[in-house]
């Protein structure tokens, strides 16, 4: 191995070191968003392992919940939860309260755990607004108000993709040091991908934009080559190849699913985050899928993102449709 890639093989960047070094930038920063993100690793950790050791799903979701919700409280640094598995959003007792907000889905996609298709979790940081007066509006920000976001992957290997909102760093779980090494620096979306990646299967109730969208992915008029079908159904899988290899990710509204079937609070909005802090665009057919305002915690958005050229074709032919 030459010198340089030796180097870079001995530094070791871990994911704490990472958020500590991006922390040390702001002047204010007082380590606080650290401490927070290395108790949501310590939760990824906790479920790669058990994921690993083929719990049951049942078992899992319930687990894994558990896991990330002691996690957040005992970090000190959290206000108010939100969690796909728990109804009612969780407020920190006072005692053991900090600044921020954390909207979580602790193991998304786990209907395929018995298969082994990849599974992950999906985080979204808010700072709450004002703390001595905490209420559910903390949670009901728009996406462009969280400070960070991002998804850890279990799958052949574990991926935990992040951004502070300084670009997208991905780290992968090395088993023998029980740490995430920073392995995807500074991740960029192609501008066009060849991918589109769709439930065809809800193809008959889709609404115009769409059915054109996915017409003109097979059958290009302008000469293009035309973009393959990839679809697994489980977000976290289907959002990272999209984010490594570009192309587009959508679960659009149908007849039968006017908000289409994604979350807004843990899925849409730290999905676009990303595709955003990595050079592409989230739409949600109406608007920057970051500025929508939820108005429930379990709202739900259709949700279009990946390459910005891509996506771009999207808002075309909604505006198109609205004239
Ligand atoms: O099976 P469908 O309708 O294509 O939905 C797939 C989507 O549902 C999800 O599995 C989320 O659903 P669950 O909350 O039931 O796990 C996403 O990960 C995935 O993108």
């Known amino acids: 191995m030459d010198h340089e890639a030796d180097a870079y093989r001995t530094d070791l960047m871990t994911i704490t070191r990472y958020v500590l070094n991006e922390q040390s930038r702001n002047p204010e920063a007082r380590g606080d968003l650290t401490i927070l993100l290395s108790h949501i690793v310590l939760g990824c950790k906790f479920v790669a392992s058990a994921v690993n050791k083929g719990e049951e799903q049942k078992k899992l979701d319930v687990l894994s919940n558990e896991v990330f919700v002691k996690a957040l409280v005992s970090s000190g640094r959290t206000c108010v939860l939100v969690s796909e598995e728990d109804e009612e959003a969780t407020f920190v007792d006072p005692a053991l309260r900090g600044k921020y907000c954390v909207c979580f889905d602790p193991l998304d996609g786990s209907s395929n755990i018995d298969c082994g298709v990849s599974i992950g979790t999906i985080f979204g940081i808010y ?5 001595e007066n905490v209420t559910l509006e903390d949670v009901l920000q728009p996406g462009k108000n969280m400070v960070a976001a991002g998804y850890c992957m279990y799958g052949s290997s574990c991926t935990l993709v992040l951004s502070t909102g300084n670009g997208v760093n991905g780290f992968t779980l090395d088993p023998s040091l029980g740490e995430f090494i920073l392995t995807h620096p500074d991740i960029k ?6 991918i589109y990646s769709v439930n065809e299967g809800n193809a008959k109730n889709w609404d115009e934009p769409t ?4 017409e003109k992915c097979k059958f290009p008029k302008d000469g293009s080559s035309p ?10 899988a289907d959002v990272h190849r999209t984010l490594l290899y570009g192309g587009v990710f959508l679960y659009p509204a149908d007849k039968k699913s006017p908000n289409g079937k994604l979350r807004v609070l843990y899925e849409v909005f730290p999905m676009s985050f990303l595709m955003e802090q990595a050079g592409g665009q989230s739409f949600t057919g ?3 899928a970051l500025d929508l305002v939820p108005t429930k915690i379990h709202e739900r958005s259709p949700i279009f993102l990946g390459s910005f050229d891509d996506v771009e074709e999207i808002k075309g032919l909604y505006a198109a449709q609205a004239k």
Not at 127 to 131: A, F, R, T, V, Y
């Open 286 to 288: 109406k608007e920057r």
């Open 127 to 131: 700072m709450i607004k004002d703390k």
């Open 211 to 214: 059915a054109k969208f996915v």
């Open 189 to 194: 979306i192609p501008e066009k991908g060849k």
């Open 227 to 236: 973009k393959s079908l990839r679809y697994i159904g489980s977000m976290v």
